[in-house]
């Protein structure tokens, strides 16, 4: 039964700490990597997506959210990111290396659109 609990705890705790959560005003707004065809949009209610079109036009995308330990939980394909901004980029560490984006004003191409949007 004490398992049982200690279990519930470990649970209980690690959902309240990654809990949904409104990004730092420094983060919120559309960001490139290099000059490739990849974004991160970051919404100031803690809203994400990120699309990326490869070099033979597929299209990868997904919605996310922001938590409170500075990361982004992908819906797909991603799973989770952490988020930090070094001088004027944000930085992307997760399962797949670390990557550097900058802020844009270039919008995302338009196989990038947003389901509903």
């Not at 470990?10 to 983060?27: E, T």
């Not at 290099?34 to 974004?39: C, F, G, K, L, M």
């Not at 982004?72 to 990557?99: M, S």
Request: positive net charge; aromatic residues 10%; glycine residues 8%.
């Amino acid at each position: 039964m004490r398992y049982v609990a200690a279990l519930l705890l470990v649970i209980v705790s690690s959902a309240i700490c990654a809990a949904d959560a409104k990004p730092p005003a420094s983060l919120v707004g559309l960001w490139q990597f290099r000059d490739n065809t990849v974004w991160i949009s970051i919404q100031p209610d803690g809203t994400t997506f990120q699309c990326r079109v490869a070099p033979g036009g597929t299209v990868f995308k997904s919605e996310g959210h922001f938590t409170s330990t500075h990361s982004i939980q992908w819906k797909t394909i991603w799973g989770t990111d952490d988020v930090t901004l070094k001088v004027d980029h944000l930085v992307v560490h997760g399962k797949w290396g670390d990557f550097s984006y900058h802020r844009t004003a270039v919008p995302m191409g338009s196989p990038c659109a947003r389901p509903g949007k």
